[in-house]
């Protein structure tokens, strides 16, 4: 449910798009500019979901089409709203980014702060409610606890997206509900839905990684933002390679 659901959102602001595949909360704590990058998982935050989407070819044209385009690092991980059809539930994060490049956002307070909803994962619902795990089995809803060790706190990130639709939006057919929509933001706090190729994290190499899409499609992006930058690091491993995109998401600002 969660591809169709990010496809109708998307939607809005984009064309070509389409399916394949509690409680409230304070920012965390401010990080210092010279925290160094840690190394990350993507594949945990990514999990096995695929999509079907208009991919864009570089940083700048994705930046230029998105309403929502900053580079910052992340701050928390904390649990989301669930969306919920029938007997099945698309569960979320909010990942709470601190701001250092406000490239292009909504309102002022996202050029400090930005509330960023992640899918993680999806689960069938017995008539009560209650996740339906086999035996032998374990679910595949990523933990709290899996993503922050998967990407740790101080870690880099670019996120390129869209305001999340309203409620109304998201409960598009009389059996679909959304629970806790406000869980892991603080009062007046909005979500960004980051669009497949706009969740980015810096690797400790100085490299990036793609936190919903294969990294494949993000990997040439790298070739555009070394020619921006002059130097050679042409490649998502290549370290320089996120500080070349942070770069080119300044340049796509000042345009």
């Known amino acids: 449910m969660f591809s169709a659901f990010v496809c109708a959102t998307l939607a809005l602001a984009l064309t070509g798009c389409s399916s394949s595949v509690p409680g ?15 190394d990350v998982d993507a594949r945990v935050v990514r999990g096995s979901a695929s999509y079907e989407y208009d991919v864009f070819p570089t940083l700048t044209s994705a930046a230029e089409k998105l309403r929502v385009a900053v580079a910052g690092r992340v701050v928390r991980w904390a649990e989301g709203r669930s969306i919920i059809d029938a007997g099945d539930a698309d569960r979320y994060a909010v990942l709470t980014v601190e701001v250092d490049e406000p490239a292009k956002v909504l309102n002022p307070s996202q050029e400090a702060t930005l509330y960023v909803s992640v899918p993680r994962g999806a689960e069938a619902l017995d008539e009560k409610g209650n996740p339906i795990i086999h035996e032998g089995q374990h679910s595949t809803v990523r933990s709290m606890e899996e993503l922050e060790r998967a990407v740790p706190v101080g870690t880099r990130v670019i996120v390129l997206g869209l305001p999340t639709v309203s409620i109304e939006e998201q409960e598009y057919a009389p059996n679909v509900k959304v629970e806790t929509p406000d869980a892991g ?44 930058a002059g130097n050679t690091a042409n490649r998502s491993a290549s370290p320089g390679s996120f500080d070349n995109l942070v770069d080119e998401l300044g340049q796509s600002a000042r345009r």
């Open 24 to 38: 409230t909360a304070a920012p965390g704590p401010t990080l210092a500019a010279e925290e160094q990058a840690t």
């Open 185 to 228: 933001l603080p009062a007046g706090g909005t979500l960004v839905d980051p669009y497949p190729q706009g969740l980015i994290f810096e690797t400790a190499s100085g490299g990036f990684v793609s936190g919903i899409a294969g990294d494949e499609d993000i990997a040439a992006w790298a070739v555009n933002a070394a020619t921006e």
